[in-house]
């Protein structure tokens, strides 16, 4: 079976972002088409040989529009008497393309409305934009909108009114003429009242953004909405079927002169960038661009138009407006009073930039601060830190760089259920660190950010609702627990710690991003240090388990063979031994008691036990017996294997004490077996010549469930030598005339025979501890 690809997150980010933007310009091309009357005119007007009364015809079929003219030539200088004025003569008068002018102004208006539109919705059609509407507040159905569009009609008709005069001041120059130029910059934004139209609420989102932040418009469209004002109104001009030049000028007057195409009306594209500018320069109206990136003159120059016209244009550029905007509708400003306005609209701007450089001068403070203490953190670190010591670092870095108060952190190192808590005091120093189980319910650490969002505080911190309540048991220097916030310490995979709070400002968490990820990443960092630290510890010590459990195999194999040879020789040996013992006997009870004879015959009888001993010995190492085991009182036994012990003693031997910790359970073991086994233990220990005394101490190891019995003396002690060899049969540190050797070997069968073990620890002049491990529950 083929295998399935899985979208990447990017690739379904990219998806749902073109769908969108499919849905915004669908719903681009559902608005309004432009009234008939307006397209007839610009299909009459494109033409030389078009007939006035066609014009008039289509004009008088229209009375609003019919009284719109009628006013227009009153307010124009034509010397005709008003009770005289009809349609045909102020077509006339007026021209072909002043009334085509005026006619796709009003009609375009007629379509968008001029300071009002309805916000019922704002969501594309087949889903709910992404922008989030907590951030714009809600408002009524007919409210006026932050974007101003009586402001955006006077921009329109300043920039129009600029291009129409500029051409007209170059009236040498053919491709650039003044009655297309004014259409060109009257519709050049139309964009922005389509994607208003569209989605208003969002629109409403990007004029307070591009108000706040004092950049381009069209940027601001495209984060917020995903298109900017130039391609929807592209799409809008052509959903309209308006001429070609038209649509690209609407489409292509924000790009600079050298990067559009070379088309056949590339000059008048940039006649409209240029009466943009001049109409932005005057602060006539409402642009929503604040950038001035480019020149009014440097561009003239690139147009090969003259300046010093343009500049003419410019300064009476308000006298023009003032006159044009009575025929739109607009509100009726005299000149001076919108020089005025155009003054205040400069005092705003100035003022705005002076709040966006004051933000953009705290945030670069924040930033210094910032890098300062990054730079500080790094200065402090030193190789080799555990993971105690970077939490103390980051503590002290962040009273350093976020003011005094309460520090805490919570880190969860990898591979571990546990949290590792830190508590610091009100400077971030003297941490107290504890290890604490976390409630059932608790999310792991290192997902603490995808937490749902509904638990999330200022600044993108988690509240102390959501997650506090879950540590605040845990959390000895504070009882505030309403007052704490929790910031996630990211790295590369997730979040390594939670840092707890209790400042009230902080700054916003993406000015804090460097800093939290550089304290998150040497967290991370150290810990997986440490873990690999610990991890080649536990490898360094299996290995050495590994070498012990081959030294005990081959030792157990060694054992094997020289046990089925001790078997195999005690057997040869016991029928001679025992003629040998029988007939030395026979002569101790007849030879004289004095003689010589006598005494000869006493040491043959009593090497012969001891061999028959030494025998028995290794029989039993070879072939240890099976304990038969019985509900045993551990306390009692051990009673009296001390105390049987104490009476074999001569008083020249050092004294012997037990100690029980606690009540020893009832346990099945062979008591006669166990006593021999710590019987041998106690007479090396008695025999090492002890400085005081010898202690049999009794425990239980809960943990391990296993009795536990010690023999320690303070005696002489065994050097690596001795210590590595003391189970080994017949071996003995004595000189000449040593025991035989096989006390301790028989004592660890005895007690590996209960699946027990034996252990020895022992220093030259220190003495040594004998250690004895049964196992609480008997084999099954």
Known sequence: ???????????????????????????????????????????????????????????????????????MCRHSDTG???????????????????VRNAVLSLKVMEVFGREERSGT?????????????????????????????????????????????????????????????????????????????VLPKSY???????????????????????????????????????????????????????????????????LVRLADLVARQQHIGYSGNFAMKADPAALAVQLDLDPDRVAQVTEELLGEVESRQRVLGLADVPTHRMFLESIQQANQKL?????????????????????????????????????????????????EALGRGYWAIVHQPAMDDRWLLAEFDEAGMSPEFRWVDPPLDAPDITTIHALPTGIEGPNGSIAAAGFLPLLGGYLSHTTDISSLRVLPLGCGWGTSALLVHDCD???????????????????????????????????????????????????AEAISKLGELASGAAHEMNNPLAIISGRAQLLLNTLDRNGNAHAAAKVIDEQARRLSELITSLRLWADPPQP?????????????????FIDELSQRHA??????????????????????????????????????????????????????????????GMDAHTLSHAMDPFFSAKPAGRLIGMGLPRARQLIAAHGGQLHLRSLPGEGTIATVSLPLDSPR
Do not use: Y
């Open 655 to 716: 004294p012997v004490s037990l100690q029980v910790k606690h009540d020893l359970p009832t346990i099945d073991l062979d008591p006669i077996m166990v006593t021999d086994a710590l019987h041998e233990l106690l007479r090396n220990a008695v025999q090492s010549q002890p400085k005081s005394a010898v202690h049999v101490i009794g425990r239980v190891n809960r943990a391990d469930r296993m009795l536990v019995v010690q023999v320690i003396d303070d005696g002489v």
């Open 204 to 270: 409403d989102r990007v004029a307070e953004l591009v108000d706040l932040n004092q950049g381009n418009i069209a940027e601001f469209e495209r984060r917020v909405i995903g298109i900017d004002h130039h391609t929807a109104g592209k799409r809008l001009a052509q959903q309209w079927d308006l001429p070609q030049m038209l649509q690209d000028c609407i489409w292509l007057h924000g790009a600079p002169l050298e990067t559009l195409p070379q088309l056949d009306h590339r000059r008048m594209i940039g």
């Open 628 to 644: 038969g085991r019985t509900p045993t009182d551990v306390t009692a036994l051990l009673n009296r294997i001390v105390g049987g």
């Open 121 to 197: 919705s704002d969501e594309p059609e087949g889903g709910k934009r992404p922008d989030d509407e907590s951030l714009v507040a809600n408002r009524s159905s007919l409210v006026p909108a932050p974007f101003d569009r009586t402001g955006f009609w006077r921009h329109s008709l300043a920039v129009a009114v600029a291009a129409e005069q500029i051409a007209a001041a170059h009236s040498d120059q053919d491709d650039l003429p003044p009655a297309e130029a004014f259409v060109c910059g009257l519709l050049h934004d139309i964009g922005k009242l389509a994607i208003d139209f």
């Open 1 to 71: 079976m083929p295998a399935t690809l899985t979208p990447t997150k990017s690739a379904k980010t990219d998806t749902n972002k073109s769908r969108r933007i499919e849905m915004i310009l669908r719903q681009v091309d559902s608005l309004p088409t432009l009234p008939a009357v307006a397209l007839r005119l610009l299909s009459l007007t494109a033409s030389d040989e078009s007939d006035a009364r066609e014009v008039i015809e289509t004009v008088s079929a229209d009375p609003a529009l019919t009284a719109n003219i009628l006013a």
């Open 351 to 399: 003022g705005r930039l002076n709040a966006a450089l004051d933000r953009r001068s705290r945030a670069s403070s924040m930033q210094a601060k910032v890098l300062d203490a990054i730079t500080m953190f790094h200065s402090d670190a030193s190789p080799g830190r555990s993971v105690h010591d970077a939490l103390a670092q980051i503590g002290q870095s962040a009273a």
């Open 505 to 555: 400002a902080l700054p916003p968490l993406s000015a804090l991003a460097a800093l939290t990820q550089t304290w998150g990443a040497t967290l991370a960092a150290v810990s997986q240090h440490e873990g690999a630290r610990r991890l080649s510890e536990q490898l360094a010590e299996a290995n050495q388990a590994l070498a012990d459990a081959q030294d005990q195999l081959l030792q």
């Open 80 to 98: 005709v008497r008003s009770d005289g004025l009809t349609i045909e003569k102020a077509v006339l008068l007026l021209g072909f393309n002043a």
